[in-house]
């Protein structure tokens, strides 16, 4: 099994985290003497419930990011800057917040941000 930037994740905090789902899967699968892939898929199962979603939506945001021009990217900082974002909650909660201000900052912004988040 692989975690962190080699399986794709990123953040220290979410490659700790990831280290100790895969541990757990790991040591499962040795206590059980099944190492099947059946049984080491515990390990994606639990990663997706815990950060499935805040991945896709940093994903997103990332490569939108990545695709803004330097106007872009300067009218939006000025749009959010004196904002208080609402980062408490559920990641949902978090990317309705940050989505309808990033909306209010910069409407333009949001059809891509929703194409990249479809992407996958």
């Known amino acids: 099994m692989v975690v962190g ?6 953040g220290m905090a979410y490659v700790m985290r ?3 789902i895969c541990r757990t899967a790991e040591a499962r699968a040795v ?6 892939a059946k049984a080491l898929s ?3 199962r639990q990663w997706n419930r815990e ?8 994903r997103a945001s990332m490569e939108t990011l990545s695709m803004m021009t330097d106007q872009d990217g ?3 900082t000025r749009g959010l800057e004196r904002k208080d974002l609402n980062m408490a909650g ?3 909660k978090k990317g309705i917040s940050s989505g309808l201000s990033v909306f209010k900052a910069r409407p333009k912004m949001v ?5 990249n988040f479809l992407k996958g």
């Open 5 to 10: 930037a080699a399986a794709g994740q990123s």
């Open 18 to 20: 990831a280290g100790q």
């Open 31 to 36: 206590k059980s003497e099944n190492a099947s």
């Open 42 to 44: 515990e390990y994606a």
């Open 51 to 58: 950060f499935y979603w805040e991945y896709r939506t940093g």
């Open 74 to 76: 300067d009218a939006l």
């Open 90 to 92: 559920s990641a949902v």
């Open 111 to 115: 059809p891509m941000l929703v194409k």
